[in-house]
């Protein structure tokens, strides 16, 4: 298996686990809406236990683009190497990843004033990703056929940037993201 194909298994990976993830967010909104907490309450833990597989998924991705393999050109082997079929499945690898998304979310959010609704800030998120997102960013997702791909990771970048890097604040309102002080000092950084 060649690097680039390994990140690509990479995002597919992700690319799963976020469309398990958005499908358990469903169905816990059903349960709480009909009143069934437990199942509600099961659903979240459930979700939680998903996210954090979802962030050691991309703390093993980040850890193998560090390996000195990537860098190194490739030897054809003297045996006859068989190419393994790629099938379509694999297209979805192809998505812009979440980490082109962390400098757009917090320059936009500076620019709102360091807190906006999320939906102000996505657009002009894609404002700045316009020559980066691709035909495949656009496509709904199967999971949730009204949401596009780029703006569910875009969610997914945002829920690292609040959780795990600590540059959005954890406790805004529902619908608000909000630049921390420490992301405000990242952007200068960068």
Request: glycine content about 4%; charged content about 35%; proline content about 4%.
């Amino acid at each position: 298996m060649e690097t680039n194909e390994v990140h690509v298994a990479f995002e597919i990976l992700l690319e799963e686990v976020e469309m398990v993830t958005n499908l358990l967010n469903k169905d816990g909104a059903e349960a709480f809406q009909k009143g069934d907490y437990t199942k509600a309450k099961n659903i979240i833990e459930e979700a939680t236990r998903l996210t954090e597989f979802h962030e050691k998924v991309k703390d093993l991705q980040a850890e193998w683009e560090q390996f000195p393999i990537q860098k190194r050109p490739r030897k054809t082997p003297n045996k006859r190497v068989t190419k393994r079929v790629v099938t379509t499945k694999l297209k979805r690898g192809l998505r812009t990843s979440e980490k082109a998304y962390r400098i757009p979310i917090l320059q936009s959010l500076k620019e709102l004033g360091g807190s906006a609704r999320m939906n102000d800030v996505l657009e002009r998120v894609e404002s700045k990703m316009k020559n980066i997102l691709n035909e495949y960013d656009y496509q709904k997702l199967p999971s949730e056929p009204h949401e596009l791909r780029w703006r569910n990771t875009a969610q997914w970048c945002r829920n690292s940037l609040v959780n795990k890097e600590g540059l959005m604040k954890k406790n805004s309102p529902d619908g608000i993201w909000e630049i921390s002080a420490k992301g405000l000092k990242a952007l200068e950084d960068n």
